[in-house]
């Protein structure tokens, strides 16, 4: 099956700077690739995501990249700010129209330092 | 529009005691997940049903974890007898089924713990 890598565990950052958060996964029939934020207890919220026909998107401080050769995608948040602060998963999904089997990464906690 | 609802948000039980969550997704939508998420972990498919029938339940302890979707709406989960390494948030999410990416939007969650 799929497994999906994350990393850093946990990064902080200082309000204002950028913060990378990096993934790799396994299987080659991965074809779709969403970013969750998980604020403290709530569920996972998608953010971005990106397809496998695509290498880049950005949504104004937010951007992903996805390199299908080697199996890496990274989200990129830039000009951070303290409501950034939660736990970010990756994550990596195949299928189509009803069935979608999705791995989650093993999160990565941001704290932005005002 | 309304989100997921989950009921309870908490639930403390004695190990070997049987707990079951309910979870309605938001209107309209036909697939139905859920999660566990142990503490410190990303969340991990238990079970998926696309209207009543179920898609994929290859990670469900059947042994002891149970799940129905009656009427194509609501769902409940149950887990009989429940063991200490059952503690974690059991998550619920939605999902239309619009081509071949669809979002999955999640509820609150149930935060179970087992004594």
């Known amino acids: 099956g799929e497994n999906v890598e994350q990393h850093p565990s946990t990064l902080s950052v200082q309000e204002g700077d950028s913060a990378v958060i990096k993934c790799t996964y396994s299987d080659s029939a991965s074809n779709y690739f969403p970013w969750y934020k998980q604020e403290l207890g709530k569920g996972p919220q998608l953010i971005i995501d990106?397809?496998?026909?695509?290498g880049e998107k950005k949504d104004q401080r937010i951007a992903v990249t996805l390199n299908k050769t080697a199996k890496h995608f990274s989200l990129h948040i830039t000009e951070t700010q303290p409501e950034d602060s939660a736990v970010y998963f990756c994550?990596?999904?195949f299928g189509s129209g009803g069935y979608q089997k999705v791995t989650f990464g093993t999160g990565t906690k941001l704290q932005v330092i005002p | 529009e309304a989100g997921v609802a989950q009921s309870p948000r908490y639930k403390i039980i004695e190990k070997r005691q049987s707990v079951a969550f309910w979870c309605n997704p938001i209107s309209g939508h036909a697939t139905l997940y859920w999660y566990q998420q142990i503490l410190g972990q990303g969340p991990k498919l238990l079970i998926q049903f696309q209207n009543n029938g179920v898609v994929d339940d290859s990670q469900l302890p059947k042994d002891r974890f149970s799940a129905e979707r009656l009427k194509g709406v609501d769902s409940t989960l149950k887990i009989q007898p429940a063991k200490l390494e059952d503690s974690a948030v059991y998550l619920c999410a939605s999902s239309l089924d619009r081509g071949m990416y669809n979002e999955q939007f999640f509820g609150p969650g149930t935060r179970l713990t087992v004594l």
């Open positions: 990106i397809r496998s026909n695509v």
């Open positions: 994550a990596a999904s």
